[in-house]
Nanobody
Framework: QVQLVESGGGLVQPGGSLRLSCAAS????????MGWYRQAPGKQRELVAD???????NYANSVKGRFTIFRDNAKNTVELQMNSLKPEDTAVYYC??????????WGQGTQVTVSS
């Protein structure tokens, strides 16, 4: 069973930065894709950014230019660098991994709160 563990959430003021980290129980390169999703209260879970095995990345329009997803080979993690944070970025952020065959795995989530 694959385990994904997120870390790095917290409270930050508008305009600030946070970096989220997703640690996997096996090589991150063994997955077809990994990504970050978020869910705000009363809203559906939405894709924030993902990265496929080739390294190609994809971002939600709302975070383009502010967020960066990348792989840290040394730590075997997928990171989400979040800059210029806005109150509307407040949500629980989840890490997802997808197998080549389509099996999905999810982390437990980490809270990000953007507030003054």
């Amino acid at each position: 069973q694959v385990q994904l563990v997120e870390s790095g959430g917290g409270l930050v003021q508008p305009g600030g930065s946070l970096r989220l980290s997703c640690a996997a129980s096996r090589s991150i390169f063994s997955f077809a894709a990994m990504g970050w999703y978020r869910q705000a209260p009363g809203k559906q879970r939405e894709l924030v950014a993902d990265i496929v095995s080739s390294g190609t990345t994809n971002y939600a329009n709302s975070v383009k230019g502010r967020f960066t997803i990348f792989r840290d080979n040394a730590k075997n993690t997928v990171e989400l660098q979040m800059n210029s944070l806005k109150p509307e970025d407040t949500a629980v952020y989840y890490c997802q991994a997808i197998e080549q065959g389509g099996q999905e795995y999810w982390g437990q989530g980490t809270q990000v709160t953007v507030s003054s």
